[in-house]
């Protein structure tokens, strides 16, 4: 399949762009039998000779092209009307007879705050166009209208307040929030792929709209993305204030699969500037070697890299209800765990070259040995729950 996708260089546009070379060559492997065997990349630097061969020779097209912050009004007509005009009657010189997806947006609805948006008439006027090219020439036409985008590469102080507000915690710049209780409904965009995705193997969804309310229908003229999410800016603050404080904190966020939370973390890592990327742990070193916790979470515990030096034996304490993992990822050494009132001591050697996974038992006080004469011990160790100083749960007893 060989696939044109104008406006190539936008936030949407680079994205598909993006996961369609990944199928193409091969690297993502989780649509199914899509095949894909060109992608052409159309933009504002292509040249009318390119589009003209490339409608000609396509088998779907993705018409993502359009404007969105103009120098004045009319520009919204000719950008998301008039380009429009000119991709469907290239189509229809080449007998090109392929589907064609349009984007749209929620403001071609022409109602409630939308219903006076000279951008939203010139949507709505390409949504007619492509909805008469349909039944004029049979071909299968999925116009979408987008909710407010968010994600990886949206460029910021433009028209995504989740971009700008990503860009703003990640850099330190000043943000303005006017009322923390207006509520958006957002579109992630690797949720948005996904469906452009499933356009090409026939199995977008369709809709109708009340409004800006998605009425799901099989035979509707529209199409939606399932997944959105709807949220406040003061929500979203909150979870960006969060995200921003993690390397003071550790503190990872709950972000269930499929949250708004995960996806907004991701953006959220896609605007630090270089100097953020890397940050300082805190290292408590001693004779011995060296302990450092690594990451923080709220309800599951804490994972911490500990060092022991050559020779040397750390721990020897027990816990009433904490429990912990020790992995031993580099070096060889010795685990001993002993119940609190017996005299019988389990052993496990432990290496770098068989990595495993060792329980330590409440209530079994426990150590661990470093056998090597020239080499460290590195062990990762996870621990159920963040370290208390004022309850630490941790009781000297040598095994």
């Known amino acids: 399949m060989k696939i044109l996708v104008t406006g190539a260089k936008g936030f949407v546009g680079k994205n598909l762009c993006a996961q369609l070379n990944n199928i193409k060559d091969g690297k993502a492997r989780c649509y199914g039998d899509v095949k894909v065997d060109a992608v052409y990349e159309y933009d504002l630097d292509s040249t009318p000779e390119e589009l003209d061969a490339w409608c000609r020779d396509c088998d779907f097209v993705f018409n993502l092209a359009g404007v969105n912050r103009p120098q004045n009004q009319e520009e919204f007509m000719q950008g998301n009307f008039g380009f429009a005009s000119t991709l469907l009657d290239t189509l229809k010189k080449h ?20 219903g006076n948006s000279e951008y939203g008439r010139s949507k709505k006027a390409g949504e007619d166009l492509f909805l008469n090219y349909s039944k004029e020439t049979g071909a299968k036409v999925l116009v979408y209208r987008f909710p407010n985008l968010f994600g990886k590469w949206c460029r910021p102080n433009y028209n995504s307040a989740v971009a700008t507000f990503c860009n703003a915690f990640a850099n330190d710049l000043p943000y303005t929030v006017n009322d923390p209780s207006v509520e958006l409904e957002l579109l992630y965009i690797d949720d948005l792929v996904d469906e452009m995705i499933a356009c090409l193997k026939g199995e977008e969804h369709h809709c109708e709209f009340e409004g800006l309310e998605v009425v799901p ?3 509707g003229r529209y199409c939606y993305v399932p997944t959105t999410h709807k949220i406040t800016l003061g929500e979203i603050v909150e979870l960006l204030k969060s995200f921003s404080a993690q390397p003071q904190t550790l503190m990872i966020p709950e972000i269930p699969a499929n949250s708004f939370a995960k996806k907004l973390y991701s953006t959220y890592l896609s605007y630090l500037p270089k100097e953020k990327v890397a940050f300082p742990l805190k290292m408590n070193v001693d004779d011995r070697g060296s302990f450092t916790e690594l990451v923080h979470t709220l309800n599951c515990g804490q994972v911490s890299i500990n060092i022991s030096k050559p020779g040397i034996t750390k721990g020897q304490h027990w816990h009433n209800t904490k429990w912990e993992f020790f992995i031993v990822v580099s070096g060889h050494g010795l685990i001993q765990e002993r119940k609190l009132g017996t005299d019988e001591i389990i052993e496990f050697e432990v290496s770098g070259d068989n990595i495993q996974c060792i329980h330590m038992l409440p209530g079994y006080t426990h150590n661990i040995i470093n056998l090597s004469d020239t080499e460290n ?18 009781y000297f007893e040598k095994v």
């Open 95 to 114: 007998g090109n007879k392929c589907p064609v997806m349009l984007s749209s947006s929620q403001q071609a609805s022409l109602t409630g705050r939308f």
């Open 217 to 219: 229908k099989a035979d």
């Open 377 to 394: 011990l590195v062990t990762v160790m996870y621990c159920n729950e963040i370290f208390n100083p004022n309850k630490p749960d941790t």
